[in-house]
């Protein structure tokens, strides 16, 4: 264990207010009447098609009727940015105000730390959805097409970068091993990067539903008669801090085969270091995979340790294995235009198998998780990643005052086994902890919903 995490003040960090926040009946009557006009054309009812699974658990449910719906073309009507631009008349209001900012702004230069009221690098866009992870823990943003996007991992600061490298891929073969499909799932357009991946995914046939803090991806491919649902879980559940401060998210996917054949179909799971800036490649970056039983869940992965704005920060992807999947992964491909990766998923759709790392003094790195199965017609089959971020310290005026994130309390980095690190070790007990309960979240998740959305 680290001297900072030794020697880190143990006091409660939690958010509790004491007071009730009042329901204004009136403004929010209001503001109800003004959204109605644009939220209620894009409410629709989803409805489940006939399949019949496997003989595996299911735990996807159903998608519901409420919620922000849009297909993955839509585009909003109003185009609007971040930006204040005061008129004539405030500017003498707002003068004082302003010059206070500057001088503030100034004073945080000086001490080469980064202000988190920033009003000059606003870059919100108009592609996000629900993000991801608990409360406290920092946050992964995703857009309503698919993408990665808008991190805040560091208290107060925010990066609105889309990581393009961070992507679910598909790939579908015949029985024989003939590659009948393989693309990025994705409703956006191709971002110029990754050049070796296949970026025509027809945004058409594709649809999202946010109702946070759970989100629903429609993919249907009808080329080969195949839709896949995937319904994102984070663990904000009231009454339980405990899972509502980690830092996780699960990737339930379901996969149907309306087709008259069976079919060999893989999920790619592929995320790298950083944020998205140009810093993700000025620090040491180290991957290693894993394939352990935590518990009594089983899971393969794949660590990656790198530094975000100076605070070590690990991800972790990873799949639940289950009899009825096989599950690969890649402790790095290349960032360039992503031929090897791809070129092993076109061979056979999948990845490695052996245990390994890999390190890089100064860099970037990507890594990959692959989940695959046969599909039989007319079936369908489930599959579930997750991921995961352990960032145990949080750093407030520089490193002047340094606080453990709350989720260490309930999530151990003791090391079992000579030559593992206590960052992977955090790492794959998030993952076994996520993977263990995700299907309880939902179900909480729904009956705490349930009674508002069916005005009960």
């Known amino acids: 264990m680290t001297k900072e995490m030794e020697h880190i003040r143990d006091r409660d960090q939690t958010y509790s207010p004491d007071e009730s926040i009042p329901i204004l009946e009136e ?5 109800d009447d003004n959204m109605s006009k644009f939220v209620e054309p894009h409410l629709r009812e989803y409805r489940e098609p006939e399949v019949i699974h496997s003989g595996e658990r299911s735990y996807f449910g159903t998608i519901p009727s409420f919620g922000w719906s849009v297909p993955m073309t839509f585009t909003f009507p109003e185009k609007w940015n971040q930006h204040m631009r005061p008129r004539l008349s405030q500017i003498p209001d707002v003068l004082p105000m302003a010059l206070r900012y500057l001088v503030w702004r100034v004073y945080i230069w000086l001490k080469g730390r980064q202000p988190f009221i920033d009003m000059f690098t606003l870059e ?10 608990g409360i406290g823990s920092g946050s992964i943003g995703r857009g309503f097409k698919g993408q990665f996007c808008r991190f805040q991992m560091t208290p107060g600061l925010y990066t609105y970068e ?22 990025v799932l994705t409703g956006a357009s191709d971002p110029g990067t990754l050049s070796a991946w296949d970026w025509s995914y027809d945004a058409s046939n594709g649809d ?22 995937c319904e994102q879980i984070s663990p904000v559940i009231p009454n339980n801090y405990k899972d509502s401060c980690l830092p996780v998210a699960t990737f339930l996917w379901s996969i149907q085969n309306e087709s008259s054949e069976p079919k060999d179909i893989s999920l790619t799971f592929t995320f790298k270091n950083g944020t998205g800036t140009k810093n993700d490649a000025a620090k040491k970056c180290s991957t290693v995979s894993f394939q352990v039983n935590k518990d009594g869940v089983p899971i393969h992965g794949v660590a990656l340790e790198h ?36 070129h092993k998923l076109s061979r056979n759709g999948r990845l490695d198998t052996e245990s390994c790392s890999y390190e890089i003094s100064k ?19 489930e599959m579930v990643f997750c991921l995961v971020w352990d960032q145990p310290l949080v750093y407030f005026k520089g490193k002047e005052h340094i606080f453990k994130r709350r989720y260490t309390r309930y999530i151990s980095r003791e090391i079992e086994h000579p030559g593992d690190k206590e960052t992977t070790v955090a790492v794959q007990n998030l993952m076994a902890y996520t993977l263990s309960h995700f299907s309880q979240w939902d179900e909480n998740i729904t009956d705490w919903q349930n009674p508002i959305l069916n005005d009960k």
């Open 363 to 381: 860099g970037e790195v990507g890594i990959a998780v692959n989940s695959a199965g046969l599909v039989q017609s007319n079936s369908s089959l």
């Open 307 to 342: 530094v975000i704005e100076g605070i070590q920060t690990t991800y972790g992807i990873g799949c639940l294995e289950k009899p009825d999947v096989s599950v690969t992964h890649m402790i790095s491909f290349d960032l360039k235009d992503g031929s090897d990766i791809w």
């Open 208 to 229: 999202y539903l946010g109702l946070y803090p759970r989100a629903w991806y429609t993919y249907r491919i009808p080329e080969e008669n195949i839709t896949l649902k």
């Open 27 to 31: 403004t929010l009557k209001n503001t």
């Open 124 to 133: 919100g866009k108009q592609i996000y959805g629900v993000p991801l992870g």
């Open 162 to 183: 889309v990581v393009h490298a961070n992507q679910f891929i598909v790939s579908v073969r015949d029985t024989q091993g003939t590659r009948l499909y393989q693309k």
